[in-house]
């Protein structure tokens, strides 16, 4: 299997930047497109931003387009979420997701139920 550890949260005042790091271990990384999603208290999880197996392509949830940023770096497997501009409404605790996959990324990614590994979370709090 593959193991996801994220890391990198912390409490951060709106306005603010943030940076997310999601390590994997296991199974070969690059042949994985990566997700982010987010979860807040007395909330759904929500789907963030995914990125393809090569870096190639990418695709952001609405609410963070232009202030967030997905990458990887598959010889570190490690995949990173910049968070610029934060928000309160950004709080909640993030996760990233691994989905085997070869192809470019779209919105049929943001469904939660196509990832097959997940961590353990990370809290984001932005304080106004």
């Known amino acids: 299997q593959v193991q996801l550890v994220e890391s990198g949260g912390g409490l951060v005042q709106a306005g603010g930047s943030l940076r997310l790091s999601c390590a994997a271990s296991g199974r070969t990384f690059s042949s994985y497109a990566m997700g982010w999603f987010r979860q807040a208290p007395g909330k759904e999880r929500e789907f963030v931003a995914v990125?393809?197996?090569?870096?190639?392509?990418?695709y952001y949830a609405d609410s963070v387009k232009g202030r967030f940023t997905i990458s990887r770096d598959n010889a570190k497997n490690t995949m990173y979420l910049q968070m610029n501009s934060l928000k309160p409404e950004d709080t909640a605790v993030y996760y990233c997701a691994a989905k085997p996959s070869y192809y470019r990324v779209d919105d049929a990614y943001s469904r939660e139920g196509l990832y097959d590994y997940w961590g353990q979370g990370t809290q984001v709090t932005v304080s106004s």
């Open positions: 990125i393809s197996w090569s870096g190639g392509s990418t």
